[in-house]
T-cell receptor, first 115, second 117 residues
Framework: AQSVTQLGSHVSVSEGALVLLRCNYSSSVPPYLFWYVQYPNQGLQLLLKYTSAATLVKGINGFEAEFKKSETSFHLTKPSAHMSDAAEYFC?????????????FGEGTQLTVNP | NAGVTQTPKFQVLKTGQSMTLQCAQDMNHNSMYWYRQDPGMGLRLIYYSASEGTTDKGEVPNGYNVSRLNKREFSLRLESAAPSQTSVYFCASESQGRGRGAKNIQYFGAGTRLSVL
């Protein structure tokens, strides 16, 4: 069984400020972890993925996330927010490599970037 | 590149009506998924198909049926729509590419926004 908890359904930052979106997971097997972004009226796009290689994962648009097994966390960060980062962000976990591995999503965090 | 294509984009139904949501992918992926998205609940898996010819229930399958018509197409059917099925529906397909980096990435369509009155 696996689950994801995203802390904070809404996060607001100023343009140029640090972005930190929190995700904690639970998994009975070594997990694969993902961050997806959803812009208004669009589908989800992959930001980055952790698959048990390097614990610090770099993604698109300057985002990165660090896997911390001891804390069961996979928080998403970006050093300097841009207006175009305003979107909803979803953390997700899967059981690994088998074809048809099911993703379990968190409830999402809406990021607002203020000028 | 088309990726994952969903039709229709919008639909309004009356309670009790039926409809089929269509999904097609052109990436030669084996696995396909149907999710629904509701405010504050993230995405919940309705049904999935790990490969052509197989389908399995997800977290919220009641009131839905699916058909994996061929490797490209995976449709979702509402036999008798209910207001509780008002939602945004997403189809996704999953890569099985070479190497760890390419595997298990789900690609999503743009969604179908369904209202049941």
């Amino acid at each position: 069984a696996q689950s994801v908890t995203q802390l904070g359904s809404h996060v607001s930052v100023s343009e140029g400020a640090l972005v930190l979106l929190r995700c904690n997971y639970s998994s009975s097997v070594p997990p694969y972890l993902f961050w997806y972004v959803q812009y208004p009226n669009q589908g989800l796009q992959l930001l980055l993925k952790y698959t048990s290689a390097a614990t610090l994962v770099k993604g698109i648009n300057g985002f990165e996330a660090e896997f911390k097994k001891s804390e069961t966390s996979f928080h998403l960060t970006k050093p300097s927010a841009h207006m175009s980062d305003a979107a909803e962000y979803f953390c997700a976990v899967s059981a690994g490599e088998t074809s048809g591995s099911r993703l379990t999503f968190g409830e999402g965090t809406q990021l607002t970037v203020n000028p | 590149n088309a990726g994952v294509t969903q039709t229709p984009k919008f639909q309004v139904l009356k309670t009790g009506q039926s409809m089929t949501l269509q999904c097609a992918q052109d990436m030669n992926h084996n696995s396909m998924y149907w999710y629904r998205q509701d405010p504050g609940m993230g995405l919940r898996l309705i049904y999935y198909s790990a490969s052509e010819g197989t389908t399995d229930k997800g977290e919220v399958p009641n009131g839905y049926n699916v058909s994996r018509l061929n490797k490209r197409e995976f449709s979702l059917r509402l036999e008798s729509a209910a207001p509780s099925q008002t939602s945004v529906y997403f189809c996704a397909s999953e890569s099985q590419g070479r190497g760890r980096g390419a595997k298990n990435i789900q690609y999503f369509g743009a969604g179908t926004r369904l209202s049941v009155l």
